[in-house]
């Protein structure tokens, strides 16, 4: 019996989809340009390097957490043949999901090389056609964009395109879960309507104290798409005002939403999933998420793949992609890194809205790569980056 026809017994699903819950989420991530996968562990695109606590699998809707919609492993084209991926997010990351996909299949020979995204796209462009590179799993869209910009992918086949939202993806790549900008709050102190839901009120209309980790690769893509969609002059703006206000930095996300359970600071601008975190860790504590509209407060960017040029089996590479957005992966980035499923049939944890209900603005999410531009105008406007 191979590995695969044990899989459609259901046992190993099962098996995978319990023990998931509990994978290391210490050192978790999401976004260069936007890159929260790197920084302290995994490549240096920006993440908080997993250095806070190990986290377990009770709090924040994950126990009794039903078995995932969507389509299976199982029902998916088996992997066979010898497939090389550059991932640039972390193997403490997604290491045991691609160790369990490899694990389905007896002919199946995945090869994982680990570093920043950026640094992937460097290594591929620079290897030209000798690359072996068959699959980029990047933690951004910017990183993805940059690769399919400089001619290095190749088509996603439609019908696993298919499988995501339009504004995820792209003929080139192809979004495998996202993360959504918020404003994480002090829920003792403020209700949600105290909190504006427009990001270009704060600071004037809260009266809170506010935090941020303007060093860290999520927070400069939100600068970033602030400074796309409201200009150069509001942004600075809007930063000379929160310096103002004397806002406190934290060295990266998940230690600024910490710092809004610990009562240092009322509330703040981070991706939704570090929120999560603090609550896995600590199901009473104080912080809970608000969300702005349309505007660059609201960004939903995306971590996903794609097909390289030089893959020696494109139709293998499709297929291994399908599998990041089978069933198991999609619970699995949902209970284990906190991330917001990109397939409809499987729910974010957590008290969130959907992905439908977010009200997310209108942006080409491969522009937030651009942040040379954006660390002058914040270190401009006083910001120490």
């Given at each position: 019996?191979?590995?695969?026809?044990r899989?459609?017994?259901?046992?190993?699903?099962?098996?995978?989809?319990?023990?998931?819950?509990?994978?290391g989420?210490?050192?978790?991530?999401?976004?260069?340009?936007?890159?929260?996968?790197s920084?302290?562990?995994?490549?240096?695109?920006?993440?908080?390097?997993?250095?806070?606590?190990?986290i377990?699998?009770?709090?924040?809707?994950?126990?009794?957490?039903?078995?995932?919609g969507?389509?299976?492993m199982?029902?998916?084209?088996?992997?066979?043949?010898?497939?090389t991926?550059y991932?640039?997010r972390g193997e403490?990351?997604v290491?045991?999901?691609?160790?369990?996909?490899?694990?389905?299949?007896?002919?199946?020979?995945?090869?994982v090389?680990?570093?920043?995204?950026?640094?992937?796209?460097?290594a591929?462009?620079?290897?030209?056609?000798g690359?072996?590179?068959?699959?980029?799993?990047?933690?951004n869209?910017g990183?993805?964009?940059?690769?399919?910009?400089?001619g290095?992918t190749?088509a996603?086949?439609?019908?696993?395109?298919?499988?995501?939202r339009?504004?995820?993806?792209?003929?080139?790549w192809?979004?495998t879960?996202?993360?959504?900008r918020?404003v994480?709050?002090?829920?003792?102190e403020?209700?949600?309507?105290?909190?504006?839901?427009?990001?270009?009120?704060?600071?004037?209309?809260?009266?809170?104290?506010?935090?941020?980790?303007?060093?860290?690769?999520s927070?400069?893509?939100?600068?970033?798409?602030?400074?796309?969609?409201?200009?150069e002059?509001?942004?600075?703006e809007?930063?000379e005002a929160?310096?103002?206000?004397?806002?406190?930095?934290?060295?990266?996300?998940?230690a600024?939403?910490q710092?809004?359970?610990?009562?240092?600071?009322?509330?703040?601008?981070?991706?939704?999933?570090?929120?999560?975190?603090?609550?896995d860790?600590n199901?009473?504590?104080?912080?809970?998420?608000?969300?702005?509209?349309?505007?660059?407060?609201?960004?939903?960017?995306?971590?996903?793949?794609?097909?390289?040029?030089?893959?020696?089996?494109?139709?293998?590479?499709?297929?291994?992609?399908?599998?990041?957005?089978?069933?198991?992966?999609?619970d699995y980035?949902a209970?284990?890194?906190?991330?917001?499923?990109?397939?409809?049939?499987?729910?974010?944890?957590?008290?969130?809205p959907?992905?439908?209900?977010l009200d997310?603005?209108?942006?080409?999410?491969?522009?937030?790569?651009?942040?040379?531009?954006?660390?002058?105008?914040?270190?401009d406007?006083?910001?120490?980056?």
């Open positions: 019996m191979t590995k695969h026809a899989d459609e017994d259901g046992v190993d699903r099962r098996r995978f989809l319990a023990a998931a819950g509990g994978v989420v210490v050192g978790l991530a999401g976004c260069t340009g936007d890159g929260d996968d920084e302290g562990g995994d490549g240096g695109d920006g993440n908080d390097g997993g250095a806070e606590s190990s377990g699998q009770i709090g924040s809707g994950r126990e009794g957490r039903e078995a995932p969507g389509t299976s199982a029902e998916m084209p088996d992997l066979e043949g010898e497939l991926v991932s640039g403490f990351l290491g045991e999901l691609v160790g369990y996909i490899e694990d389905q299949y007896d002919d199946f020979d995945l090869t090389r680990y570093a920043g995204s950026t640094d992937h796209v460097n591929i462009v620079n290897e030209g056609e690359s072996p590179a068959d699959v980029f799993y990047s933690v869209a990183s993805l964009g940059a690769l399919a910009d400089e290095r190749q996603m086949p439609s019908d696993v395109a298919e499988l995501v339009e504004e995820f993806r792209t003929e080139q192809i979004g879960s996202g993360r959504a918020t994480p709050y002090d829920s003792s403020y209700d949600e309507s105290d909190v504006p839901d427009d990001i270009m009120a704060y600071p004037e209309e809260f009266d809170g104290d506010l935090g941020w980790a303007p060093s860290y690769g927070c400069q893509a939100f600068v970033t798409a602030m400074r796309l969609i409201e200009g002059d509001a942004t600075r809007w930063l929160v310096v103002e206000s004397g806002i406190t930095p934290y060295n990266n996300e998940f600024t939403c710092g809004i359970a610990d009562g240092e600071i009322d509330a703040a601008f981070t991706n939704h999933y570090y929120i999560q975190r603090v609550l860790g199901p009473e504590a104080s912080i809970a998420t608000a969300f702005t509209g349309g505007d660059a407060g609201a960004v939903f960017n995306v971590a996903g793949a794609a097909i390289v040029d030089t893959a020696s089996d494109a139709t293998l590479a499709g297929n291994f992609v399908r599998h990041l957005l089978s069933a198991e992966a999609q980035f209970r284990s890194t906190f991330e917001y499923p990109l397939i409809p049939d499987v729910e974010p944890v957590g008290d969130l959907t992905i439908d209900e997310v603005p209108d942006i080409d999410l491969t522009e937030l790569s651009d942040l040379e531009t954006t660390i002058d105008l914040m270190r406007a006083g910001v120490e980056v």
